[in-house]
């Protein structure tokens, strides 16, 4: 996707999504975990602002106010090397 098309939207969207697909519907095989890979520094860094501290679901009304007491996220980043 383009600069500014809307991938933190997207991808925090389907967080919330299958976190609480996950959560609520029986049988669901969606995931309440999730990785997000960064491809180097300056997306760590964007990644860092937006997910660090949950800041991009309180930002965006993206949980039900009735679910919020269900949210339990709990981001842990962190840069990685493929330098030899």
Do not use: Q
């Not at 967080?15 to 095989?29: I, K, N, P």
């Amino acid at each position: 996707m383009a600069t500014g098309s809307g991938k933190t939207k997207v991808m925090s969207l389907a967080m919330v999504w299958s976190y609480f697909h996950s959560l609520r519907e029986e049988g669901s095989a969606l995931a309440r975990d999730f990785l997000i890979i960064a491809p180097n520094i300056t997306v760590f860094e964007r990644l860092m602002e937006d997910f660090g501290d949950g800041k991009v679901f309180e930002a965006d009304p993206l949980i039900p106010e009735a679910w919020r007491g269900d949210w339990n996220i709990c981001m842990c980043l962190a840069p990685t090397s493929l330098h030899a």
